[in-house]
């Protein structure tokens, strides 16, 4: 049955979410601008890609705690160590943040809060990151501290296109067939370069062709280093500005009209949370454990499991028996009911696609999914609780449903409940985010100038693992289900990140330099965004299939990105 309409006071609370809080608690304890003759922030002020005077002139310069009571360290170990724990915050936002906007998806569908306020909240980490690197006291700071924000958009970007693109390339790959077109679930031929690969569908090029459009600002903003002009860089500034802006809305509207790409982010939840809640009820009727004490699966077990499914006795698993034993299962907040599980169940499983499961299939199957439960939960004891906890994790990370107990609780398919629930994660992962990137700033800032490594360089590696690295993971993990099905929406999923990264982080990024007057030094860095997005965009716009050795393409693309930076930079004079 249905769940009851959808409360609406989610959204005036969601609106002040976006228009209150964030800006609030990222303002933190700086000054917007400050240009005035501050001895000490001038004295902290560095060069945009080298140390600064002072420091490579040995003089102890001091720290400020950042909101007055934090830690703060001019020591090199020091300053890694806040990195990685103010990096260790944002990335538990970032994952609040998902889990609470995935949750809203769930209980309001595609619609106006799904096109306008979900893809904002996924790319909120990064955009609060940036918008912190640029208001630092005064407009010496803020041009080298906003270096940061520029090699988070561009780290993200880089990561998503090169490194994940890649990854889920080689853990999705499967056979291709004569035509080129991967077999789902069949990996025989190892990694044989151009004979095995991965295969999507059209939507999924049509996400990718989104993705090369929304590099228009950073074309724009390139002009006058294209023609080789002196000046006019404010008004591209600006321009790229209001283009990014106007690309923002749009995409949004979009997604509000044509609401597919929102029905994909949907579907790729609920795959991730149907595997789990299956898990769970084919335990609770199972004789015995699916692992042993040491996690290895008890195939006997899953045999005995079999048997007692197969009602008729005939060796094989029809789709009515298969929905007789799944009908059971509730997937509480989920709109998710006993036929569309049997589908998925019957997708996944029949790998000889001839709608029915063998007990090979089965087993098969069983050993799959409960491989992915332990490779997501680290756990020594691999008892009933287990798969519990596997249950109660997906629900936390990948649709935003908090923990909860075997006994059905008050609350349960109680939309606004849930509503509630949404909400204050979404709450705890702005607060956080909003909290922990002004100090993180800080940290990388000094850190830079405590080893002379440009700021750039390490905001271009270390941040993006802090906001990204929770969608990475779990897209591995779904790309690894070496399904064209699976693999699409894990594409989507990455397509869609670089989208929002090129609209909203770089109109936030060109607001700053905008609003602050400061001098447009980023000509390298918004190359290198630019060629990578242009050829992976082109890359995936126009074909459906990727041999093994297209990944190779993406992981060369990452250094060679961060070296055109440096050789354009530093020897060529770009900065």
Same mark, same amino acid.
């Given at each position: 049955?249905?769940?009851?309409?959808?409360?609406?006071?989610?959204?005036?609370?969601?609106?002040?979410?976006?228009?209150?809080?964030?800006?609030?608690?990222?303002?933190?304890?700086?000054?917007?601008?400050?240009?005035?003759?501050?001895?000490?922030?001038?004295?902290?002020?560095?060069?945009?890609?080298?140390?600064?005077?002072?420091?490579?002139?040995?003089?102890?310069?001091?720290?400020?705690?950042?909101?007055?009571?934090?830690?703060?360290?001019?020591?090199?170990?020091?300053?890694?160590?806040?990195?990685?724990?103010?990096?260790?915050?944002?990335?538990?936002?970032?994952?609040?943040?998902?889990?609470?906007?995935?949750?809203?998806?769930?209980?309001?569908?595609?619609?106006?809060?799904?096109?306008?306020? %979900?893809?904002?909240? *996924?790319? #909120?980490?990064?955009?609060?990151?940036? /918008?912190?690197?640029? $208001?630092? =006291?005064?407009?010496? !700071?803020?041009?080298?501290?906003? %270096?940061?924000?520029? *090699?988070? #958009?561009?780290?993200?970007?880089?990561? /998503?296109?090169?490194? $994940?693109? =890649?990854?889920?390339? !080689?853990?999705?790959?499967?056979? %291709?067939?004569?035509?080129?077109?991967?077999?789902?679930?069949?990996?025989?031929?190892?990694?044989? $370069?151009? =004979?095995?690969?991965?295969?999507?569908?059209?939507?999924?090029?049509?996400?990718?062709?989104?993705?090369?459009?929304?590099?228009?600002?950073?074309?724009?903003?390139?002009?006058?280093?294209?023609?080789?002009?002196?000046?006019?860089?404010?008004?591209?500034?600006?321009?790229?500005?209001?283009?990014?802006?106007?690309?923002?809305?749009?995409?949004?509207?979009?997604?509000?009209?044509?609401?597919?790409?929102?029905?994909?982010?949907?579907?790729?939840?609920?795959?991730?949370?149907?595997?789990?809640?299956?898990?769970?009820?084919?335990?609770?009727?199972?004789?015995?454990?699916?692992?042993?004490?040491?996690?290895?699966?008890?195939?006997?077990?899953?045999?005995?499991?079999?048997?007692?499914?197969?009602?008729?006795?005939?060796?094989?698993?029809?789709?009515?028996?298969?929905?007789?034993?799944?009908?059971?299962?509730?997937?509480?907040?989920?709109?998710?009911?006993?036929?569309?599980?049997?589908?998925?169940?019957?997708?996944?499983?029949?790998?000889?696609?001839?709608?029915?499961?063998?007990?090979?299939?089965?087993?098969?199957?069983?050993?799959?999914?409960?491989?992915?439960?332990?490779?997501?939960?680290?756990?020594?004891?691999?008892?009933?609780?287990?798969?519990?906890?596997?249950?109660?994790?997906?629900?936390?990370?990948?649709?935003?449903?908090?923990?909860?107990?075997?006994?059905?609780?008050?609350?349960?398919?109680?939309?606004?409940?849930?509503?509630?629930?949404?909400?204050?994660?979404?709450?705890?992962?702005?607060?956080?985010?909003?909290?922990?990137?002004?100090?993180?700033?800080?940290?990388?800032?000094?850190?830079?100038?405590?080893?002379?490594?440009?700021?750039?360089?390490?905001?271009?590696?270390?941040?993006?693992?802090?906001?990204?690295?929770?969608?990475?993971?779990?897209?591995?993990?779904?790309?690894?289900?070496?399904?064209?099905?699976?693999?699409?929406?894990?594409?989507?999923?990455?397509?869609?990140?670089?989208?929002?990264?090129?609209?909203?982080?770089?109109?936030?990024?060109?607001?700053?330099?905008?609003?602050?007057?400061?001098?447009?030094?980023?000509?390298?860095?918004?190359?290198?965004?630019?060629?990578?997005?242009?050829?992976?965009?082109?890359?995936?716009?126009?074909?459906?299939?990727?041999?093994?050795?297209?990944?190779?393409?993406?992981?060369?693309?990452?250094?060679?990105?961060?070296?055109?930076?440096?050789?354009?930079?530093?020897?060529?004079?770009?900065?």
């Amino acid at each position: 049955m249905a769940p009851p309409p959808p409360p609406t006071r989610c959204l005036p609370v969601l609106l002040l979410l976006l228009l209150v809080v964030a800006p609030l608690l990222a303002h933190g304890r700086r000054p917007f601008i400050s240009d005035g003759g501050n001895a000490n922030a001038n004295a902290n002020a560095s060069v945009l890609r080298l140390p600064s005077a002072a420091a490579a002139a040995g003089e102890d310069m001091g720290c400020e705690m950042s909101y007055g009571f934090l830690p703060c360290t001019t020591t090199a170990w020091g300053n890694l160590f806040l990195v990685l724990a103010y990096g260790f915050l944002m990335f538990k936002s970032a994952t609040y943040l998902s889990s609470g906007s995935e949750m809203l998806l769930q209980i309001l569908g595609p619609g106006i809060v799904g096109g306008l306020f %979900l893809p904002i909240l *996924g790319a #909120l980490p990064d955009a609060l990151l940036i /918008l912190v690197s640029g $208001l630092s =006291g005064t407009k010496e !700071v803020a041009q080298s501290q906003v %270096l940061i924000g520029m *090699g988070l #958009l561009a780290g993200s970007t880089v990561m /998503l296109l090169t490194l $994940l693109w =890649g990854s889920c390339v !080689v853990v999705g790959k499967c056979d %291709l067939s004569e035509n080129s077109t991967a077999i789902d679930s069949r990996d025989t031929k190892g990694f044989s $370069l151009l =004979g095995s690969g991965v295969s999507t569908d059209k939507q999924t090029s049509y996400a990718a062709r989104i993705m090369a459009i929304s590099v228009l600002p950073f074309i724009i903003v390139q002009i006058p280093k294209i023609f080789k002009l002196h000046s006019g860089h404010q008004i591209t500034v600006l321009i790229g500005l209001i283009v990014a802006a106007l690309l923002l809305l749009s995409y949004c509207l979009y997604q509000v009209f044509q609401p597919w790409i929102q029905r994909r982010r949907l579907e790729y939840t609920r795959l991730k949370y149907v595997m789990s809640g299956l898990l769970r009820h084919a335990q609770k009727h199972s004789i015995g454990c699916l692992l042993d004490d040491e996690g290895r699966p008890n195939v006997s077990v899953i045999e005995k499991l079999f048997h007692r499914i197969d009602q008729d006795n005939d060796g094989k698993l029809e789709r009515g028996e298969l929905q007789a034993f799944i009908v059971g299962i509730n997937f509480e907040d989920i709109d998710w009911n006993s036929n569309l599980a049997a589908d998925q169940v019957m997708a996944d499983f029949d790998t000889s696609r001839n709608h029915f499961i063998e007990k090979g299939e089965f087993v098969n199957g069983m050993l799959r999914w409960l491989d992915e439960a332990k490779r997501t939960v680290t756990s020594g004891a691999y008892s009933k609780k287990f798969l519990n906890d596997f249950h109660a994790r997906t629900r936390d990370e990948q649709t935003g449903l908090l923990d909860k107990d075997e006994e059905e609780g008050e609350a349960d398919g109680n939309p606004t409940w849930t509503c509630i629930k949404a909400i204050l994660l979404l709450l705890l992962g702005t607060a956080m985010a909003a909290a922990s990137a002004d100090p993180l700033v800080d940290a990388v800032h000094n850190f830079s100038n405590a080893t002379h490594i440009p700021s750039f360089f390490i905001s271009f590696i270390v941040m993006p693992l802090a906001t990204n690295s929770s969608e990475a993971v779990s897209a591995i993990i779904f790309a690894s289900r070496k399904k064209k099905r699976t693999l699409s929406l894990t594409f989507s999923e990455v397509y869609g990140g670089v989208t929002m990264n090129n609209i909203l982080c770089l109109a936030v990024f060109l607001a700053l330099v905008y609003v602050r007057g400061l001098t447009w030094d980023f000509s390298s860095e918004i190359l290198i965004i630019l060629l990578v997005c242009i050829i992976m965009g082109l890359f995936t716009s126009f074909r459906t299939d990727f041999p093994l050795w297209t990944c190779f393409v993406a992981f060369l693309l990452y250094p060679l990105s961060l070296i055109m930076v440096y050789i354009l930079d530093y020897k060529f004079g770009w900065s």
